[in-house]
């Protein structure tokens, strides 16, 4: 793997903080965005990206510091942190990451391509119909997707023998996985450089070994998630109550709702969308499963709350006010 230059197509939650995390371990990394206003909605999620690693990395140098619960595996080892040159490459991350809307100047000489959009098959679909015409024939594309299979979008991409899925938990820096999946057409040649990729931006690379929708992470994730909603969408109680139900009950440090808040509801969405989208299948399944989840009930909360601007932490407010 001798990868230099990193594009980061999406500046949403995880593409900017995968934008960051690379810039932060040395690669040249810019930040592909549909429009204008796609800047001035993901700059300040750098600047906070800039100060929670800030923090982090000082937490870090004090005597709490000695807690596994404060130390960002995705920052440093402990046996060589050093607080002064943390602080230094923060602050070239933040300084060294371009944003561009130009999709052919931003794929310029790129070794790879992460792709972080929206949960949409349309979109993922109109967006490798424009890249492929662009891209130099050595780039590798990954897709962040957290439930769709590369499978779906590879022949869109004019390289299906170097598309595959690398896909992140949130909060990078810290909970530092990346899953690293592969459909059928991959060449074994850029699975392997995949994982060398993301051990160089310190995450821990866990290799999926078969399409799985939802990877490793998600298909534990989802099903608890839709579990904790569906009490809301069928009025037994409030995100407050039944977030408290699971965090006091388990000693989790977070409810579905709070997940669900760092995920962005407009991912949420999505995901519940796709439920809706194949009744047959995904009905029949889940009342084998005495899992009839009522979707249409989470699909119009989730319209009355991304209507109201309530789109997650990220906007201040989505279950909860930040």
């Known amino acids: 793997m001798n990868y230099k230059k990193v594009v980061v197509a999406g500046g949403g939650v995880l593409g ?36 929670s690693y800030e923090d982090a990395i000082k937490l870090m140098a004090s005597e709490k510091g ?86 779906t979008f590879a022949k869109y991409t004019g390289r299906p023998e170097k598309y595959l899925s690398l896909h992140f938990a949130n909060n990078i820096w810290k909970q530092n996985t990346a899953e690293v999946m592969a459909h059928a057409g991959t060449d074994k040649k850029y699975f392997d450089e995949i994982i060398d990729f993301a051990n160089a931006i310190r995450m821990v690379a866990l290799p999926v070994l078969k399409e799985k929708n939802g990877y490793l992470l998600n298909s534990m994730l989802v099903p608890f998630l839709l579990s904790g909603f569906d009490l809301m969408a069928n009025g037994v109680s409030d995100p407050e109550s039944i977030d408290k139900a699971w965090k006091l009950g388990t000693g989790a440090p977070r409810g579905p709702f709070e997940i669900m808040d760092i995920v962005g509801l407009t991912t949420v969405k999505n995901i519940v969308g796709q439920y809706l ?25 989730l319209d009355k709350y991304i209507a109201e601007g309530k789109l997650g932490k990220a906007a201040k407010e989505g279950f909860y006010k930040y």
């Open 16 to 51: 900017s903080q995968i934008a960051f995390q690379a810039a932060y371990c040395g690669f040249d990394v810019t930040i592909w965005l549909r429009s204008e206003g796609s800047k001035t909605r993901t700059q300040p999620k750098l600047d906070a990206l800039k100060k």
């Open 66 to 151: 000695a807690f596994d619960a404060n130390w960002c595996r995705g920052l440093a080892d402990r046996d060589s942190f050093n607080e002064k040159e943390c602080l230094k490459k923060t602050k070239e991350a933040y300084e060294g990451i371009k944003l561009e809307t130009d999709l052919a100047k931003a794929c310029e000489d790129a070794d790879l391509i992460v792709e972080s959009m929206a949960e949409n098959t349309k979109d993922k679909i109109d967006f490798y119909q424009k890249l492929a015409p662009v891209l130099p024939e050595k780039t590798v594309i990954v897709t962040n997707s957290s439930t769709l299979l590369p499978s």
């Open 277 to 301: 989208k194949v009744p047959g299948l995904f009905g029949g399944l889940l009342k084998k499963m005495m899992l009839p989840y009522n979707f249409k009930g989470m699909v119009a909360i």
